[in-house]
């Protein structure tokens, strides 16, 4: 990989990066998850959730397979933005089995979220060992590839609701990613907007064909000390958005085990500049 993304992850806080087939792979899985929301009952899509180990959520409400937010309040006090999620990992299918969910119909969906995933893996350890390179202190690969990390990086598919909750167009609010190193892959519109450089002025990210945004969140901040502070960031309805259809996302969260102190630069950073901490 060009050592220049390394580099603008450092110094720019973030970069974008080319994974062939990533955006093909995304609309696919989106297409799926879309279906499964329609022809699976409530009571049946249940049954997807799970709760594995390693689990990070705060609140530790299930965090494998399928989780449904209503809006419902958080530990913290504020409320969870509305929409439907859905985490893969590859243990994921060893829950079902365990489950005895006939997910047999749905294996094409899943195999593809497992080549995304694995792509998605790859590009990430290839781009952390330049990080590595340019800062040995950071010891970003190691940490990525150990295994109790493994059970944390996520491929998520993400259906926005049409409309916000707090105001109508927002429908993800302003906030940290609470992982190490973040793949935006693609989108069906137009919608998040990064803050850069602790700015309040927010740039609207528009993804290219097999092109992901790569940026770092909180366990990122943490491990470098602050000195690369996570991307704060939100999700909008920009522009004409046809006001039936919510939004979809593909994205990657990369994981290490939990640096053991927060700085007091990235604490009150995060206080600052977030709304809603503890989201992905
Ligand atoms: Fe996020």
Not at 76 to 85: A, L, M, N, P, V
Not at 104 to 120: G, I
Not at 147 to 161: C, F, K, P, S
Not at 201 to 209: C, I, L, M, R, T
Request: negative net charge; contains cysteine; hydrophobic residues 35%.
């Amino acid at each position: 990989m060009d050592q220049r993304h390394a580099q603008e992850i450092l110094q720019r806080g973030r970069t974008v990066i080319l994974i062939p087939f990533s955006t093909n792979l995304a609309q696919e899985i989106a297409g799926h998850f879309q279906r499964f929301l329609k022809e699976v009952s409530e009571d049946e899509r249940a049954r997807w959730s799970f709760n594995g180990e390693g689990n990070e959520d705060p609140d530790g409400s299930p965090d494998d397979g399928y989780i449904p937010r209503k809006g419902e309040m958080k530990g913290d006090g504020d409320r969870y933005d509305e929409k439907d999620i859905f985490h893969f990992r590859p243990r994921l299918l060893d829950f079902l089995k365990q489950n005895d969910v006939n997910y047999e119909p749905w294996r094409p969906w899943l195999n593809k979220c497992l080549t995304l995933y694995r792509l998605c893996f790859g590009k990430e350890a290839e781009l952390l060992l330049d990080i590595d390179r340019l800062k040995p202190g950071y010891d970003c690969l190691r940490q990525f590839v150990d295994l109790e990390a493994d059970q944390l990086h996520v491929l998520r598919i993400v259906q926005y609701v049409p409309h916000g909750s707090v105001d109508d167009n927002t429908v993800g609010k302003k906030h940290l990613d609470r992982n190490f190193l973040t793949f935006q892959i693609a989108e069906s519109r137009p919608g998040l907007r990064y803050f850069p450089d602790g700015s309040d002025d927010p740039v609207v990210y528009k993804a290219q064909h097999d092109h992901v945004l790569a940026f770092p969140g909180r366990k990122f901040a943490k491990n470098t000390g602050g000195e690369v502070p996570a991307l704060a960031h939100d999700i909008v309805n920009v522009g004409e958005c046809d006001p039936t259809t919510g939004r979809w996302s593909v994205i990657f969260f990369g994981h290490i085990v939990e640096p053991l102190e927060e700085t007091a630069h990235v604490a009150a950073a995060a206080s600052a500049a977030v709304a809603a901490a503890g989201q992905f």
